[in-house]
């Protein structure tokens, strides 16, 4: 159940209400793709670093450990000792990423893994199994992620396609969470707004999955190569036909500017794994701007990553210390990187709510929106 606290143009304050606790919005999903935070951080370092919701992937854990093994272990929340909201990708961008050989039919698509190479099917039915198996929050319905640029008519009848792929994801669940040996039998699903930069076709698809009985609502197909002012034009497109009671998702954005600019059109969830996988190769978000910790103008600097930042690494480490550790090739590098980009970008989240609430949202955005996308200079 979505409750909406306060609003600030088309900004939203808001909260989440789910089986595993109630979720603050706006807020960034930290991706634990593998059931596991890239860089070291485990779930119980999540907490400290102010982690609201895990993203973990139904493509990967089903190919391993496979999701019948997390279902005998008691589910994902037990599995990796997470007390907190999970949220569950169907596994479709990962299938029509990663796959090579590839064939979709009405009943699903047929592709070869690209770990082992065997032959894999998915559909909507398998989608849900898999996500009911694995016992997250929410699970993400299975819809077909065409590339961008796409044809029209081929984008048209991919919308129609994701449709039927829906109502057979709700049916699905429903049947899924009636069962007594179903783990988690409150499981949400969101549905899955496609089109890929038609805005005709965004707006009815939107239109028309608005009317099923969904938990909340995700634009996907974004994020993907197109410039930015086209998927900004998208959300203004979509948001007002989307429910204002119900969360929305953009999937997979985004950049520290990105998301309050998201923000500012009316989005309510975020994932993306740029602050982790940044930071393992030494990019850091910061306040004042985006830093290189390899640079050799910090060889001797003694300061935190950001003078601005008490997260774990600023507080007891210097920028000389972690230039050391990636030139030494060390993994603590990236564990210390990692750590102060999750804590960046959920305390980004934090001033972004308070910002809605005090009815000053324009005012942060004027002020971060272009500086964090910056170089730092010093």
């Known amino acids: 159940m979505y409750k909406l606290i306060k609003q600030d143009g088309r900004a939203r304050r808001g909260e989440f209400s789910t089986p595993h606790g109630t979720i603050q919005t706006p807020v960034f999903m930290n991706v634990g ?3 596991a935070i890239k860089g070291g951080i485990s779930s119980v370092d999540l907490k400290s670093l102010k982690c609201q919701v895990e993203l973990c992937n139904t493509y990967h854990l089903h190919l391993r450990p496979t999701d019948s093994v997390i279902y005998k272990m008691g589910g994902l929340h037990k599995f990796m000792n997470w007390d907190r909201p999970i949220l569950t990708d169907s596994g479709g961008f990962q299938v029509f990423s990663l796959a090579k050989l590839r064939k979709i039919k009405e009943e699903g698509v047929y592709f070869s893994s690209h770990v082992d190479g065997r032959k894999i099917f998915m559909g909507p039915e398998e989608s849900m199994r898999i996500q009911s198996n694995l016992g997250s929050t929410i699970a993400m319905a299975f819809d077909e992620c065409v590339e961008n640029p796409a044809e029209y008519s081929y984008s048209k009848q991919s919308c129609e396609r994701t449709t039927r792929w829906l109502h057979r994801c709700i049916a699905e669940m429903n049947r899924l969470n009636s069962l007594e040996t179903t783990i988690n039998n409150k499981q949400m699903l969101f549905g899955i707004n496609q089109g890929c930069t038609f805005d005709d076709l965004r707006v009815e698809h939107m239109k028309q999955i608005r009317e099923l009985p ?6 996907g197909g974004l994020a993907v190569g197109e410039p ?3 998927m900004y034009n998208i959300i203004e497109k979509v948001e007002p036909f989307m429910p204002e009671d119900k969360p ?3 999937m997979g954005v985004g950049t520290p500017s990105n998301i309050i600019e998201a923000v500012y059109r009316g989005v309510d969830f975020f ?3 740029m602050p982790s996988r940044n930071a393992r190769h030494a990019t850091i978000f910061t306040w004042n701007g985006i ?5 050799l103008k910090y060889e001797l600097d003694e300061r935190p990553l950001d003078p601005e930042c008490d997260c774990p690494t600023c507080k007891n480490f210097s920028r000389s210390y972690i230039r050391h ?8 590098a990236g564990r210390l990187a990692v750590t102060h980009n999750l804590y960046f970008y959920n305390t980004l989240m934090e001033k972004i709510r308070e910002a809605i609430e005090k009815v000053e949202y324009e005012e942060f955005r004027r002020k971060y929106s272009k500086r964090l996308e910056q170089k730092l200079e010093d």
């Open 33 to 35: 793709t593998a059931a």
């Open 214 to 219: 969904l938990d909340g609502f995700a634009i």
């Open 271 to 273: 994932d993306c794994v």
């Open 291 to 295: 830093m290189h910790a390899t640079n």
């Open 248 to 250: 929305r998702y953009l």
């Open 325 to 332: 550790l990636f030139k030494a090739d060390e993994q603590l």
């Open 228 to 230: 930015t002012e086209v």
